[in-house]
């Protein structure tokens, strides 16, 4: 089992940034940076621009793109678990939501959100599950169960061949 990282000033350097962890690229990445991570879960922050492209008339963050912070948490929490045995991060799917439960319309520009994905289930074809939330420091704000897929050959998998 791997050992559980906490961010700190004295091991920051051993959290690459998430830019080396998720195959998104420009604004798409919506994740600042990890905060911990072990086997089973990963915490990472995100701080909702009042500028940026999802920004709504107020300039807060819709609670429905919670699901893509969480998405892009289960990336990173993939990413880092691949870098540890040295191989790149895989391009991979979301497969659906169950019970995405928001107790805000939108969550506050420049609102340090927490996002925690907790893996629940994964096998050897790539299939896989998380419970996630997103909270501040009033408490959680979001809660829902993410499934995921990382296919063998993405590419077979878009044409629907079976990989």
Same mark, same amino acid.
């Given at each position: 089992?791997?050992?559980?990282?906490?961010?700190?000033? +004295?091991?920051?350097?051993? @959290? =690459? #940034?998430? $830019?080396?962890? &998720? %195959?998104?690229?420009?604004?798409?990445?919506?994740?600042?940076?990890?905060?911990?991570?072990?086997?089973?879960?990963?915490?990472?922050?995100?701080?909702?621009?009042?500028?940026?492209?999802?920004?709504?008339?107020?300039?807060?963050?819709?609670?429905?793109?919670?699901?893509?912070?969480?998405?892009?948490?289960?990336?990173?929490?993939?990413?880092?678990? +691949?870098?540890?045995?040295? @191989? =790149? #991060?895989? $391009?991979?799917? &979301? %497969?659906?939501?169950?019970?995405?439960?928001?107790?805000?319309?939108?969550?506050?520009?420049?609102?340090?959100?927490?996002?925690?994905?907790?893996?629940?289930?994964?096998?050897?074809?790539?299939?896989?599950?998380?419970?996630?939330?997103?909270?501040?420091?009033?408490?959680?704000?979001?809660?829902?169960?993410?499934?995921?897929?990382?296919?063998?050959?993405?590419?077979?998998?878009?044409?629907?061949?079976?990989?």
């Amino acid at each position: 089992m791997l050992n559980k990282i906490k961010m700190n000033k +004295k091991n920051q350097e051993l @959290l =690459p #940034p998430i $830019q080396d962890l &998720l %195959l998104h690229s420009g604004d798409m990445v919506m994740l600042e940076r990890i905060l911990s991570v072990d086997d089973e879960q990963t915490l990472a922050e995100c701080i909702p621009q009042a500028g940026a492209w999802y920004a709504d008339h107020a300039g807060n963050m819709p609670a429905w793109i919670g699901i893509e912070l969480m998405a892009q948490a289960i990336a990173a929490h993939v990413g880092l678990l +691949k870098r540890r045995q040295n @191989l =790149p #991060p895989k $391009q991979g799917v &979301l %497969l659906g939501t169950r019970s995405y439960k928001a107790q805000v319309a939108a969550f506050a520009a420049n609102q340090v959100l927490h996002i925690k994905v907790a893996l629940a289930y994964r096998d050897d074809s790539g299939l896989g599950a998380y419970d996630c939330s997103i909270s501040n420091n009033t408490g959680e704000l979001v809660n829902a169960t993410l499934k995921v897929f990382e296919p063998d050959d993405f590419q077979s998998f878009l044409q629907g061949n079976p990989a």
